[in-house]
Nanobody, 123 residues
Framework: QVQLVESGGGLVQAGGSLRLSCAAS????????MGWFRQAPGKEREFVAA????????YYADSVKGRFTISRDNAKNTVYLQVNSLKPEDTAVYYC????????????????WGQGTQVTVSS
């Protein structure tokens, strides 16, 4: 079993920044790739970013590339998502997830999920 707890969300103006954190416990954290997804009201959950077990490889959705940065600190069992130049369309609940198998871009490739943290960007 693995437990994931997100934090760092909040209300910001367009153009602002936040750093989201995902604290993990249970499984050996450094053995797993991790991802961030987001879900807006009435929309399907969508891929945002992923990072390999070592942190050497990263993947981003086209909509966030150049603005968001995923990173990890295995010594702290924590994954981060730095979100910059925020737009109103970035408003969503952001979820951290532990990768299991399959495409990094698909929700069904991840077997454990956190409860999410709300990011709201005002226009």
């Amino acid at each position: 079993q693995v437990q994931l707890v997100e934090s760092g969300g909040g209300l910001v103006q367009a153009g602002g920044s936040l750093r989201l954190s995902c604290a993990a416990s249970g499984r050996t954290f450094s053995s797993y790739a991790m991802g961030w997804f987001r879900q807006a009201p009435g929309k399907e959950r969508e891929f945002v970013a992923a990072i390999s077990w070592s942190g050497a490889a990263t993947y981003y959705a086209d909509s966030v590339k150049g603005r968001f940065t995923i990173s990890r600190d295995n010594a702290k069992n924590t994954v981060y998502l730095q979100v910059n130049s925020l737009k109103p369309e970035d408003t969503a609940v952001y979820y951290c997830a532990s990768y299991y198998s399959g495409s990094y871009y698909n929700t069904d490739a991840y077997d454990y999920w956190g409860q999410g943290t709300q990011v709201t960007v005002s226009s």
